[in-house]
């Protein structure tokens, strides 16, 4: 794997060199560009700062999902490895609509999972959520990209699990976080969409492991990242 493109959020031990990282940018998420695209990496704890994406606003975004299936999981009765995708959607601090496996499309229709992959099987995106923004309404300030662990494994045991996020406008990737470590994680926050005080959608890493199997149990661990 191309090293530019790599993101272990779990291991510290990860290749990364200070000269790699911007300089100026809040220490709780370093960032590094790799063609146009910003590959984000967890630093140190810390409160987390902004480190926004496109400062004229994001309009169109969606979310990519993929993994692999077990190798020879035929074999030895591996069981089936079934991530999600999920936009969990606040007012303030308080949850709004989650659109997920079990609900496929927020109430205004604005925001939608693409289909449920309960294997990996496949190359590419396994999972797409798409988020029109123009379309939410006003009461709506902050949308969050989680990713869980439906069956429960970890994502350390998953092969090529990774996440994205792409501007509809441009249709360029603006940020990826490959999940090759993992431990005992079930759930991953990738970041936050949320409107300024000037009324632009922006994007703010987070890049935390949490232990979630279903989005439900990531509501309440998303506190620190609302206003
Ligand atoms: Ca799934
Ligand atoms: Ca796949």
């Known amino acids: 794997m191309n090293?530019?493109?790599r993101l272990n959020p779990l291991d510290?031990?990860?290749?990364?060199?200070?000269?790699?990282?911007?300089?100026?940018?809040?220490?709780?998420?370093?960032?590094?560009?790799?063609?146009?695209?910003?590959?984000?990496?967890?630093?140190?704890?810390?409160?987390?700062?902004?480190?926004?994406?496109?400062?004229?606003?994001?309009?169109?975004v969606t979310m990519g999902l993929g993994w692999d299936p077990e190798a020879l999981r035929w074999l030895g009765g591996k069981p089936d490895i079934d991530l999600n995708a999920a936009a969990?959607?606040?007012?303030?601090?308080?949850?709004?609509?989650?659109?997920?496996?079990?609900?496929?499309?927020?109430?205004?229709?604005?925001?939608?999972?693409l289909g449920d992959n309960t294997t990996g099987e496949g190359e590419g995106d396994d999972e797409l959520?798409?988020?029109d923004l123009t379309r939410l309404p006003p009461t709506v300030t902050t949308v969050c990209f989680v990713i869980t662990s439906y069956t429960g494994?970890?994502?350390g045991q998953i092969q090529n699990a990774f996440c994205r996020l792409i501007d509809g406008m441009s249709n360029t990737e603006f940020a990826r976080y490959e999940l090759d470590g993992g431990r005992g994680s079930t759930g991953f926050v990738?970041?936050?969409l949320f409107r300024s005080a000037q009324g632009l959608w922006l994007?703010?890493?987070?890049?935390?492991?949490?232990?979630?199997?279903?989005?439900?149990?990531?509501?309440?661990?998303?506190?620190?990242?609302l206003p």
Not at 89 to 108: K, N, R
């Open 3 to 5: 090293r530019a493109t």
């Open 203 to 225: 994007y703010q890493p987070i890049a935390e492991t949490i232990q979630a199997k279903h989005p439900v149990e990531a509501v309440h661990q998303l506190a620190p990242y």
């Open 88 to 113: 969990l959607l606040f007012t303030g601090d308080s949850i709004a609509d989650v659109v997920y496996h079990e609900q496929l499309a927020s109430q205004d229709g604005a925001v939608r999972l």
């Open 153 to 155: 494994q970890p994502f």
């Open 129 to 131: 959520i798409t988020v």
């Open 12 to 60: 510290d031990a990860a290749p990364w060199q200070v000269s790699d990282v911007l300089v100026g940018l809040p220490p709780r998420v370093r960032e590094r560009r790799d063609g146009g695209c910003a590959v984000h990496r967890v630093a140190e704890k810390g409160p987390v700062s902004a480190a926004l994406e496109n400062e004229e606003g994001f309009a169109f």
């Open 190 to 192: 990738m970041g936050k």
